[in-house]
């Protein structure tokens, strides 16, 4: 599995990076985790291709973790001209903030007939997490989504044998 950091900023763009967007590639398939304000550009500035993306994970609704789902989308439907389908996953209500989204930045827009299939499905949130928590056996942690403070202090997160996100960087897993 190989990861590509696309963004490690916050909302507000500190440091100069991207909103917060991840490229996983398995063998299984392209998947995006978060797409936030910034990140049809943040993709495309990095030469991928947002058209070989099979599914996107929306860990929440905040605009820096989903707000490029309408630029995407009408990107899809208009310019690149998507053929295969597209599955975005997130909490419940994505449906409607991007119904809500697409009609804000481009009225009439959540009504187009779209040239490819997607669809939502929404993960039921509040489950426990925590009878799983001992199956979490992290050997590296990364550190993202830093905000002016915590990007002051990344020689101690490094001393502390933390990654640090970069946009761009490349991991493979
Ligand atoms: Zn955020």
Redesign the pocket.
Known sequence: MRLTIIGSG??FGSGGRFN?CFFLETAKGKLLVDC?ASSLVALKAQGLDPNEVDGIVLSHL?G??FGALPFLLLDAQFLTRRERPLLIAGPPGTRTRLDQSLEVFFPRSSANKWRFSWKVIEIEIARPLKPRLPDLRARRIMLT?MNPVMLAHLDEVRAARALVAEDGAVIDL
């Open positions: 916050d909302a917060t936030g905040h820096d973790h989504h």
